[in-house]
């Protein structure tokens, strides 16, 4: 049972240790799940043994099959010292289930791990330590600003009202358990302002807001996002949703994603969320960095003023967390300033023009 009588107070108690203390977010779902070495039966369990299509490697359906790895996965990332958990849910839209021919329980799959994250993160919540649940929503295997087909510039696999439409049904069936929604690993703008769109839509209908979250990947060390987009001009994009907090995962390592993590210090007048891979993969597509090694990057973001919520992505563990937490103790949270008043706009570019 909740420790908060409803998601308002829970994110009231948040927002309070945000201001004293930077929070934890919990590491990789993927990663954790591959150590689990799973098989085809894992994935289709008793439901699904039939099922016309291969289905290993869909990680969101075991929240179906193995509702119990999920919650062993999230009660490990609790107990390394998370404040936030993400649902299981990154692809949980009809666009990506769609490749297992499951995009008709993309709603069912979502809401299952909703309720999953919800039901750990009560098993340890207390009034003294609220644990937010934030509802995960990926950025599709689908790319609204580039052509997938070399030699037609203008060819779309999807349109901004199918892909606005699959996160408006994926955010309804995980609403009633989660206390943030986090669109997250962007690559493409806009393909988050079509998650943003469904998100504000879902606002409407219920009759109350769920705060966002929102976090962009720079794709390389060229510093943009896949769709050609900087930092700044990624930020200005998505200004409009007001989010709780905004920041950058994936992709990158500590090392490398740092001097972007800085630049969304220098201009976000929110929150600073940062949650970087573990180093960047070896020539097998493993991760090698180690806790420490992670939470040294890290401790120093702290240090140096630039973060509010620190977590992890590919490659990290319970163990990264664990060590990312011990370095973030005791340091004080990026303070959030006001920004001049200025007319900001934004193409591959920022622009800014000052009153």
């Known amino acids: 049972m909740s420790a908060f009588t409803s998601s308002a107070d829970r994110r009231a108690a948040l927002g309070e240790r945000l201001g004293r203390r930077i929070l934890i977010l919990d590491g990789a779902a993927g990663t954790w799940l591959q150590d689990r070495q799973l098989q085809e039966v894992d994935f289709r369990g008793a439901r699904f043994a039939d099922w016309r299509s291969p289905l290993k490697g869909n990680n969101d359906l075991l929240n179906l099959t193995r509702p119990d790895l999920i919650a062993r996965m999230h009660g490990e990332y609790l107990a390394a010292g998370a404040d936030l958990i993400e649902t299981n849910t990154f692809s949980s839209t009809s666009i990506a289930q769609a490749d297992y021919a499951l995009e008709d329980l993309a709603p069912e799959i979502a809401a299952a791990g909703a309720r999953l994250a919800r039901a750990a993160a009560d098993a340890v919540e207390t009034t003294d330590r609220p644990v937010g649940v ?169 240090a140096s003023g630039l973060v509010n919520i620190l977590g992890g992505c590919c490659g990290t563990t319970p163990a990264h967390i664990q060590a990312i937490a011990a370095a973030a103790a005791g340091t004080p949270p990026r303070v959030v300033k006001p920004r001049p008043r200025a007319m900001r706009l934004s193409g591959l570019e920022p622009f800014e023009l000052a009153s």
């Open 134 to 302: 934030l509802g995960a929503l990926g950025p599709t295997n689908k790319t609204l600003s580039l052509s997938p087909d070399v030699n037609d510039p203008g060819f779309r696999d999807v349109t901004f009202e199918q892909v606005r439409a699959a996160y408006a049904a994926q955010a309804a069936a995980m609403a009633p358990f989660v206390d943030f929604f986090l669109v997250e690993t962007v690559f493409d703008t806009l393909n988050a302002k079509a998650a943003i769109k469904a998100l504000l839509d879902l606002d409407a209908a219920r009759g109350e807001a769920v705060p966002i979250v929102v976090s962009g990947t720079i794709t390389d060390r060229s510093g943009r996002t896949l769709s050609g987009q900087t930092t700044e001009a990624f930020w200005n994009s998505i200004r409009h949703a007001a989010p709780w907090a905004v920041g950058l995962n994936c992709a990158l390592g500590a090392a490398e994603l740092r001097r972007y993590v800085a630049e969304m210090a220098r201009v976000a007048d929110v929150p600073v969320i940062a949650y970087p891979n573990a180093g960047l993969p070896n020539e097998m597509g493993d991760y090698d960095e180690t806790p420490e090694e992670t939470a040294a990057h890290l401790g120093e973001w702290a």
